[in-house]
C-alpha cells in the first residue's frame, strides 16, 4: 500500500477517534514522523509529549518491517551507519552527518521542539567564522551583517527543502522569518 | 594550575571539596528565592563519533582528547579531573549530590554492559566549584558554570569565555542551519541551558505553586525537582530552566530568563511570604516551629523528612518568625549547607563510615540537631 502523502510504501497505520468517527492513516516511515506520530519508544517519544499531546486514543501499529529501497528520503547515516528508526528508540543520534541524512525527516520535528525555531541564531565557532572580518555593524534584528547574512542563507536552504517535500506550513513560517529579516525568498 | 599527574588526575579525592560551594553561599541577587543560577552548553568533537555509537575505544580517544585540551588551557586557577570509570561508587554520587555531575553520568552508558567502566570523567574548577565539565555524558562536553543568586549573566559570561577556550583546541560539531550539532535534537543550535534554583515555600503554602507551574510550562520552561529529571520538589526547591535552544540567541534567552520571568517569580514569592505573615501567621507559625522541633528534637530523620523541615527553617529565618517566635539565631547559609550535607553521601563523608539506611536516618537527626543546636 502506498503513503497517503507520498509515493512511499506504507509502514505506518494511525487509527484514531474523532467525534465517534475513526480514521485511518496510511503512512511512511518519514511522513509519520514529519507529523509526529511515534512510531518507536522511548526517550524519542518524550521528546514528542514534550511538544504537545496529539489527539485522543491514537492507536499506532507497525504494518510492515522496516523502509524499503527506493525511498525518497536517507533512511541510513552513510558515516554512522545508524537508521532513523535506531534514532526513533532512543531519540540519540550517531554522528554529525546524521543532522544531514536526515534533515528532511529532523526538520519538522527539530521545529516543534523548539516551539517553531527552525534556523540556528546566536553564537558561531571562531573557527566557521574565521577569514572573514568581523562586523560590529548591528542590524535592526540586532543581528550583526554577518550573523543576519549566515541566518538568512540557512533560512533559504530550509525554505527551498519545505517546497520540495510540500511541507507548505513550515515554508510560510520560514517565508515569514525571511521577511522578519529583511531578506527576499529568492 | 597545578600540574596534573601522568594519569589525568590530580591527586586529591572529593574530600578536597569546599565545605560551602557557590552555589549554596546565599550571596547576590535575590538569593532569598533564588539558591543559584546555572549555565550548560553542550558541545560535541567534529569527527568524533556521538556516544551512542561509539565503542569503547573511540570513547576512550575522545576522551584524551578532551582532557588534554581541558587541563591545558588555563579555565581556572586549579581545575580538578576526575575519571569516573576509575572512581569508586561513594564518590561518583558525592558528585552527583553536590550538582556537579548528572546521575546519568554517574551511572555510565545507561542499562549497557560494563557501564561502570564507561570511559568518562568530569573536570571540576576548584576551590568554588563554579566551573564543571561532563565528558562523554550524552554529548561529548557538557560545561557547566554556576553562581550563587539570581545571576544568569555572569554565568553566561564566564561560560561563553570558556567555551571559546576549549574551541581554540578542538573542533566542534557546527552547522549553519542546526548551530552546535548535540546527540539529542532538544538540544541542538546554541546547545543552551539557562536554568535557576529556586526556593518556593511561599508558593507552597498559599496554594499557589500550581498556577507557576502552569505559567512557566505555557512559555515553554521545564519545572524539574532538587536532583532534576523526575525528581520530586522536595525542600520546596525548583529547578526552571528553558527548552528552547534553536532559533533563540543566547543573548535573548539569557534576557527572557533573567529580566522577565525568573523576577517575576520572585515577586510572587515574595509576595505569597508577606501575605502569609500577616493574614495567615499563626498557621506558618505552626508549620515553622513544628518543623524546627524536628530539626533539634527528632531521633530519626529521612532524607526527604531534613529538606522539608530545613525549607521551612529557612523560610522561618527570612521571615523573621524564627527568631520573633524564640526559635533561634541560626543562619541561611547554616541552612543551605544542611540542604547539602543530610544527603546520603555527604553524611556518610561526614560521619567518616558506610552506612545503611536505618543508620543513616539516625546519624542524621544526631547531625542536624548538632548543627542546628550549636548554631542557636
Ligand atoms: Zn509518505
Ligand atoms: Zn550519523
Redesign the pocket.
Known sequence: MKCDLCENEATVRETSRRNGVTIEKHLCEACAAAQGIDTGGGAFQKMIEQIASGPASVNISIVTGGTKGGAARLSV??????TFNEFKQSGL??????YR?FEGQLGPLVERAHQGGVAHCGKVPRRQSAGKPASPVATSSGLSLEERAARLRALQLQLEQAVKSEQYEVAAKVRDQIRKLGGSEA | MTKPKPDGSNGEGPAAFNPLPEWLRNEGEAADVVLSSRVRLARNLAGH??IV?ATRKDRQRTLEVCRDTILHCSLAPHIAWYDLHAANPADRTLLVERHLISKQLAKGRAGGPGAAEDPRAVAIGLPDERLSIMVNEEDHLRIQTVRSGLSLAAAWKEIDAVDDRIEAGLEYAFSPRFGYLTACPTNVGTGLRMSVMLHLPGLRLTGDIDKVKRAAADMGLAVRGFYGEGSDAVGDLYQLSNQTTLGKSEASILHDMEHEIVPRIVEYERLSRRELITRRRVGVEDQVMRAWGLLTHARLLTTDEAMGALSLARLGILTGILKATGGAAIDVRTVNQLILLVQPAHLQRVVGRELDQEQRRVARATFVRGRVCTAS
Open positions: 547515516c552513510p558515516s554512522c551507519r545508524l543520534l550517531g554522528c554529525a552527518d546524521c541524512a | 563519533l556521538f555509537k
